[in-house]
């Protein structure tokens, strides 16, 4: 995209917005047809991408943005429907310089982990119809395409108006601290309660981060996933012979450090959030006890810490003499992962994971087979 733009070529683009039921990409992925008929990436894992295809050059064309549904069709499910039996809407819309100006600044914001995020206006006056039809109202202000680009301390262009643009800077800082995409509605002038205009927010935060103490072989496992997942890993221990790089080398950064000074250090200056994971694997008292102390009383997504059922109650005990309630050690994840047989330091990193994901998504950890109803669910838990 970043090489298309800078060329001077038209891209269309096509991006997720919004998913109903059994949806096989989120809102936010996102498929590009170039000019040379290139496509890269993927609305909906293949079902639909063909229609998305000759409908992104349309736009490229006509340079008018188009917000499309698509579903099952009752006539041929295999056409240009879902088969999954999802519904997704699919904004289409040009990209080039004289368009998204802007877009240099954030394509180089991504790459430097720099957050930021592109607000668009999708839709005016309604959303599309349930065949598939564009739907939505008048357009006599021009808002259709608009977009508004927000970094935590600036933001450039504009979705209309003073008003509408400093509405949605407040709820898209929160978005982007998160780093959710979906989607805000407000009325013309940014009334809250109005929703005659749709706005997607396409946040592109920093990565989350996975602070994994104890440079034991267990946590190189497990940083290899971490980083597999696309989380930023940090290898942390206080012991320099075993906290090295060369231990470490799908480890982002390994750092020396007793595990609580570096975690107070992080959560002091700004660098933990509620996206941060920590896994303590240290096994040892006089680290896990002092770091996990700090870990259950920030707003963390995940504390996990390895050990046997003997250590875990003999740890819960420490930490009550530390003067945790029950309430900040109920969210300590002890011991560590899911219930998957695992033995070796790579399958304990997949259950380490997946215990990471299903609280993340709001899984229960059980078998697909054995549940029925949705397969994915639809907001984060």
């Known amino acids: 995209m970043d090489r298309w733009w800078k060329a001077d070529e038209p891209v269309g683009m096509a991006t997720v917005v919004a998913t109903w039921r059994s949806s096989p990409r989120p809102a936010g992925a996102t498929m590009l047809v170039g000019p040379d008929g290139t496509a890269v990436g993927s609305v909906s894992g293949g079902c639909v991408e063909g229609a998305v295809y000759e409908l992104a050059q349309e736009v490229v064309g006509s340079g008018m943005p188009v917000l499309r549904r698509y579903g099952i069709s009752d006539d041929d499910a295999f056409a240009i429907g879902l088969t999954c039996g999802g519904i997704i809407d699919v904004h289409v819309e040009r990209v080039d310089p004289a368009g998204f100006p802007e877009f240099g600044e954030v394509a180089a914001s991504i790459r430097a982990e720099v957050p930021v995020a592109v607000v668009t206006c999708v839709a005016v006056g309604g959303s599309p119809g349930a065949t598939g039809s564009p739907g939505g109202g008048p357009d006599p202000q021009g808002r259709l395409g608009r977009r508004l680009i927000v970094w935590q301390d600036r933001t450039a262009g504009s979705l209309g108006t003073e008003r509408l643009d400093a509405a949605a800077v407040d709820d898209v800082r929160g978005m982007l601290a998160t780093g959710r995409t979906g989607t805000l509605r407000y009325g013309y002038d940014g009334q809250r309660r109005g929703d005659e205009l749709t706005l997607f927010v396409s946040a592109y935060a920093s990565p989350p981060r996975m602070i994994v103490f104890g440079a034991i072989d267990f946590a190189a496992a497990v940083a290899r996933v971490g980083a597999f997942l696309g989380y930023r890993v940090t290898v942390c221990d206080a012991r320099p012979v075993f906290a090295t790089k060369r231990r470490f080398p799908e480890a982002h950064e ?73 309430d900040e050690l109920a969210a300590l994840a002890s011991p560590v992962g899911l219930d998957l047989g695992a033995r070796t330091p790579e399958e304990t990193a997949v259950s380490i994971a997946a215990e990471i994901i299903a609280g993340r998504w709001g899984g229960s950890g059980e078998r697909l087979t054995s549940q029925a109803g949705r397969i994915h669910h639809e907001t984060p838990a």
């Open 254 to 326: 390994v750092v020396v450090a007793w595990p609580h000074r570096y975690l107070r250090g992080e959560a002091d200056a700004g660098r933990v959030d509620v996206r941060t994971v920590v896994c303590v694997l240290t096994h040892d008292p006089k680290f896990d006890v002092p770091v996990l102390e700090v870990a259950l009383r920030l707003p963390l997504a995940y504390v996990g810490a390895m050990g046997s059922r003997r250590t875990h109650d003999d740890r819960l005990d420490r930490l009550r003499a530390a003067g945790l309630t029950e």
